[in-house]
């Protein structure tokens, strides 16, 4: 307990101070706003610190054991199936029925907890919304427990948004999309909620302060029955699976709901985790959904894991699609994995946006979406991913026409050939080449996101395309990886090695054209110097950081005074 002559009152009656009612042991840091009181309960709180003491040393663990694989692979190992699970991997156990709210799920849009982005994107006419802590939005507290109330509104069905500037409110319509909720990863602390402290997890504290207010409301309504839904980030064993399907067994029971209410994707986004996708459907088979390719942070994955192996370098990052091999044997697994486990099996982001003032360039973004899509659906996914409710129409039209009336596709797309993709395979050299401009896309891209991301928005449209958190780490693990090994950029010709000189005159460079195009006011008032220090010291540090964001997020965190907590 925190006195009040600690702000210098000397008596109770001197002064009010604002604060939540929290319980024993849980400090929140995070400014005080009577709104978010009524998300931030003693008793939501209970349940979040309830969470955090009863897995912290399970999650601790499973983060020393991210470093004991990051040795090995620094030291020339390779990722690989684990005998010891075979077990698992050539058993013909199946996870519980899809429940019938989300059969289908042909098409899902995904975006930040953003109050009008989710009225557009349940509005949008897609199947799923996946409401975003992680990736697409910068983890300010003033986004967080925003976002928490925006979603507590959207499935009690009140939510609205007044846009002034337009004159024009926003509402649901009757049909919405389904709703998942993807809290962060494991290893993101939430460090305005001390617990015991220390700071919370993150991913906790997402999933814990929306399972307690919603739901009893979701699964009345949304869920048919089922629920709340969930995607599950980062992830990169089976380890980390099974204390996710912990949780959910601990809030079930405190909710006194049926075991496999909640039901949960997984998002198979590291390299290491394609080695384990039955195993993960296995820890989760009573609450799984499916699996889905998460591709551009398999991509970051791929760099990260082989930083030091200088035979598996990168090409440009436009030139990694889903055709290479080994994107397209991750591809290819994870259908035939989770269909003969009975579950979804997801299709990876349409990151394109409309092009609204190029018609010609915006049905070439549109036709390069549909074929895309076209090889996903052929291949035997159930449904798909957009960044934006432009791509929508498009992305329905090209599943519905090649599935019909089908829901999805887990019982007549069994791929058993993918039965003989090898580690060989999922880990082949990729093809390509490098160019000055792919280093200049990268250093442009990353400082842009970066600003953005510390100003408190973390999904910016960029070039015709919607960045976020995972875009902007490939930018910044391959600008790494070049500068580690002296490589040379051999696709334009030009032939030089990248090394400081050269990074330094192109961040130079890069910088002046994003003041040419933003405009020098912008410019000046944005946080585009501080995000530059942070990426450069990034891409030339002696070792490679893990995440990108967990340096940028001391740079948000905000403690206030006037937010301490009383028990």
Known sequence: ?????????????????????????????????????????????????????????????????????????????????????????????????????????????????????????????????????????????????????????????????????????????????????????????????????????????????????????????LGEGFGPFFYLPKMENSREAKIWNFVFEKAEKMAGIEKGSIRATVLIETLTAVFQMDEILYELRDHSVGLNCGRWDYIFSYVKTFQGHLDRLLPDRVQVGMTQHFMKSYSDLLIRTCHRRGVHAMGGMAAQIPIRDDPAANEAALDLVRKDKLREVKAGHDGTWAAHPGLIQACTEVFTNNMGNAPNQIQTAKREDAANLTEEDLLQRPRGFRTMEGLRQNTCVGIQYLAAWLTGTGSVPLYNLMEDAATAEISRVQNWQWLKHGVELDGDGVGVRVNRDLFWRVVEEEMARIEREVGKDKFRKGLYKEACKIFTRQCTAPTLDDFLTLDAYNHIVKHHPEGVSKI
Not at 6 to 11: D, F, P
Not at 128 to 133: L, N
Not at 166 to 193: C, M, Q, S, T
Request: aromatic share 10%.
């Open 1 to 221: 307990m925190i006195g009040l002559g600690t702000y210098g009152c000397s008596a109770p009656a001197a002064r009010k101070i604002n604060a939540y009612n929290v319980p024993e042991g849980v400090d929140v840091r995070g400014r005080f706003d009577e709104e978010f009181g009524k998300i931030l309960t003693k008793d939501a709180l209970q349940f979040v610190a309830d969470l955090q003491r009863e897995f912290r040393n399970h999650i601790k663990y499973a983060m020393e054991c991210r470093k004991e694989a990051k040795r090995r692979y620094n030291e020339g190992a390779l990722p690989g199936f684990d005998p010891a699970t075979r077990y698992i991997r050539e058993g013909q156990w199946t996870c519980a029925p899809v429940p019938p709210a989300v059969a289908d799920r042909r098409v899902e849009i995904t975006g930040p907890v953003e109050r009008k982005m989710i009225i557009n994107a349940l509005n949008s006419g897609a199947k799923v919304f996946m409401a975003d802590f992680e990736d697409a939005l910068s983890p300010s507290w003033e986004n967080l427990i925003r976002g928490q109330i925006n979603l507590k509104d959207a499935v009690d069905g009140t939510i609205t948004f007044h846009d002034r500037a337009r004159n024009r409110v926003y509402k649901l319509n009757d049909k919405i999309a389904k709703l998942f909720v993807r809290p962060r990863g494991w290893h993101l602390p939430e460090a305005h909620i001390l617990i015991d402290g220390e700071p919370a997890t993150g991913c906790l504290v997402d999933f814990g302060l929306y399972f307690y207010h919603n739901y009893a409301s979701f699964r009345n309504t």
